[in-house]
């Protein structure tokens, strides 16, 4: 392979990586703490993210007809996979109870932090504004389809289901959701902004990658990856190997190529995404096992992406 394939590889996942273990480090020698960390998340999530997401789609005049069908794939991709986790699951996973947190940590992945952030690192501006199309439709399925496998796997779970108009504000109130959707205008009707705004937004923006990151980090717990059970390692091996690999083969098929097929591969090879540990705990679920899952395929998605990308990369499909 050619050194140029290994320098791509290497420059876009190391730097994602050396933030997440600076994480580590400054929770270790108590420079962050969890206080710092849960509300640093909150400023991620409700505003930095939102706004990278909403200056992606605004600042790209007329794209949003070119898009359609990454975002029509990546739909009915995650319904697909989905399903897929669904059929699987019984033949798989023993206790019932569990089956939902298997199939959402298999299915559910971090496109809108570390997926973002990998697509920046590999193809700038273009593959940030491309990954926003493609995940409008899917943090809403993301929400939605954990809901019910956790409903249908966790009904007689202490905490019960949440009902419909609950999971409908959830959705409704999403603040990535609400970026997304805020941007759509502006690139469809090519709106211009003041460059003072474009400015603003780009200040805010420049923090939500990195913060991120480190949060992820300080968040991780290893201790957790030797105590996991072998229902961990199946879904791990569904969110970082299968899926992927499902939805790239996919996506190569129905003709996606350069930087969109890229994107998507970076989108879909992402660990599993953190708030499918909150949504377990609030259900009344195994919340160890879904942390479990979370530690393992946030270590995994690193290597998995590398070799992904130096492959995918040497064969010149992107």
């Known amino acids: 392979m050619s050194w140029e394939a290994w320098n791509f590889a290497f420059n876009v996942t190391v730097p994602n990586l050396l933030m997440l273990l600076m994480g580590i480090f400054l929770r270790r020698f108590r420079l962050i703490d969890d206080n710092f960390c849960d509300s640093a ?49 019984p033949l798989l996973v023993k206790d019932p109870r569990e089956r939902g947190i298997f199939v959402q940590g298999g299915f559910r992945g971090n496109a809108a932090i570390l997926g973002v952030a990998y697509c920046a690192m590999a193809f700038g501006s273009e593959g940030v504004a491309i990954a926003s199309f493609y995940i409008i439709v899917t943090v809403i399925l993301f929400n939605v389809l954990s809901v019910i496998t956790l409903t249908r796997s966790l009904s007689s779970g202490r905490g019960g289901a949440p009902g419909f108009l609950s999971m409908l504000r959830g959705i409704v109130t999403n603040p990535l959701i609400i970026g997304i959707l805020f941007g759509l205008p502006f690139s469809l009707f090519s709106i211009s902004m003041p460059e003072f705004v474009v400015n603003t937004g780009k200040y805010i923006s420049g923090i939500a990658l990195p913060l991120a990151l480190l949060c992820t980090g300080a ?24 899926v992927p690999g499902v ?19 970076l989108l879909t090879a992402t660990p599993t995404a953190s708030a499918s540990y909150i949504m377990t705990r609030a259900m009344g679920g195994n919340s160890t096992l879904a942390a479990n899952i979370i530690a393992l395929t946030t270590l995994g998605s690193f290597f998995t992406t590398a070799f992904g990308l130096l492959f995918f990369r040497a064969a010149g499909l992107f």
């Not at 190529?257 to 998507?264: A, D, H, M, Q, S």
């Open 41 to 89: 998340s909150r400023l991620v999530f409700n505003l930095a993210l939102p706004c990278t997401l909403f200056f992606s789609i605004a600042t790209n005049h007329g794209d949003l007809q070119q898009h359609i069908p990454i975002i029509i794939y990546g739909a009915v991709g995650t319904i697909v996979t989905y399903l897929m986790l669904e059929l699987v699951a």
């Open 219 to 242: 968040s991780l717990d290893f201790r957790a990856m030797f105590r996991a059970s072998n229902v961990a390692v199946l879904s791990c091996i569904a969110r970082i190997i299968v």
């Open 247 to 265: 939805l790239f083969l996919g996506a190569w098929l129905y003709g996606f190529r350069g930087v969109p097929l890229g994107v998507i591969f």
